[in-house]
């Protein structure tokens, strides 16, 4: 490559540029550059001999339709009406000139004559329609209007007494658990075993005759709740009175003693008139206590005394002899345990 001579130069500007590199030219090669090849290099990947395939094709171009297509009108039998003729215009080739501007002027003319014509009797035809059906169908609003009006004449009171829409509708249905009955608590028992709440019978209540001072025998109606103690001392004396016909009328001696049957349910009948709960959580507590520490006398003591309140002496006598057995050594379960074994065997126990 010949270089041109420096005349001809211009100084701002390099003499290679504009002249085509040479053959092998690979730019920056000499300072450890390397050529690489794309895609775009090599070409398509298809062969330039294969047939071509729509889906690789571009999107053909949408045909304009010409002025003769837009114009073509439909002179179908189909299309065609008696009275009317075609649908279509024949005529709109044609330019629009002044005569058909003055005679769509006076189309439109009488069509607003006609229409005036009948608009006074297609609005009194739409309001009796409208009557018609307000009648059948009324609001609710005219359906209650005579009532809102003697609203008027409502007093605070009456006001007050209305009851509740959800009070009284359907009030077994939607809360049906309401009914249900559930089993009389041992809190109301155990309060009128202790003689908490008693109530007695009236004798002068029952059935009163016409005549004054005088009193119907029968029936007596109680004036109250019945007191379950004094019932249970009724059947107690009713028991005896089975028990004497049970006597052998010939020796005059009794099959079953009365006196000492009675004495021996007086002594089922507990004599603690607390809350049973309460009495099952002190032995819980008391059961915890004795576990954890079966060491401490004071808990045994404790438990044993428990059950001698309820009225349950042998499960007391128990309980004391099993921590004197783990607590030899303490003189109060000793002494606790005597106390509470009969007269006849505490000697026996010390």
């Known amino acids: 490559m010949s270089v041109p001579p420096q005349a001809f130069v211009n100084k701002n500007k390099k003499h290679f540029l504009g002249i085509p590199a040479p053959l092998g030219y690979v730019a920056g090669v000499g300072r450890g550059a390397t050529g690489f090849t794309t895609r775009s290099d090599i070409g398509p990947a298809r062969d330039a001999n294969d047939v071509s395939d729509d889906r690789h094709a571009p999107p053909a171009a949408k045909r304009k ?35 058909d501007a003055e005679a769509d002027a006076i189309y439109e003319s009488i069509d607003k004559r006609m ?48 009851p509740e829409v959800g009070d009284a509708r359907n009030r077994k249905q939607r809360n049906p658990r309401a009914e249900k009955f559930t089993p009389l608590p041992d809190s109301v028992l155990s309060r009128n075993l202790g003689g908490e709440s008693a ?35 009724a059947r107690n004396t009713l028991m005896n009175v089975k028990l004497s016909q049970v006597s052998d009328s ?39 206590v004795r576990e954890t520490n079966p060491n401490h006398p004071p808990a045994w003591i404790a438990s044993a005394r428990l059950e001698e309140v309820t ?21 109060e379960l000793w002494l606790e345990a005597a106390r509470l074994q009969p007269p006849d065997t505490a000697r026996a126990v010390i």
Request: hydrophobic residues 25%; charged residues 35%.
């Open 199 to 233: 109530t007695s019978i009236d004798p002068g209540s029952g059935l009163a005759s016409m005549m004054p001072g005088v009193m119907t025998p029968g029936m007596l109606t109680p004036s109250g709740d019945l007191d379950l103690r004094k019932i249970g001392q």
């Open 311 to 331: 009225g349950k002496m042998q499960s007391a006598r128990n309980l004391i002899m099993k921590g004197c057995e783990i607590n030899p050594s303490s003189e």
């Open 115 to 162: 229409d005036e014509k009948r608009k006074e009797y297609r609005e009194k035809r739409l309001k009796e329609d409208l009557e018609r059906y307000r009648q059948e169908r009324p609001k609710i609003q005219q359906q209650f209007s005579d009532l809102k009006r003697e609203l008027k004449s409502v007093s605070e009171d009456e006001w007050a007494a209305i």
């Open 65 to 99: 339709k010409t002025e003769e297509e837009d114009d073509d009108e439909d002179l179908n039998d189909s299309n065609y009406d008696e009275f009317s003729g075609y649908s279509g215009s024949l005529f709109s080739k044609d330019p629009y000139d002044k005569d």
């Open 250 to 288: 010939v020796s005059g001696q009794t099959v079953v003693d009365p006196k000492g049957y009675l004495t021996d349910l007086q002594s089922m009948i507990p004599t603690y008139g607390g809350d049973i709960n309460d009495i099952k959580k002190a032995r819980l507590l008391l059961k915890s």
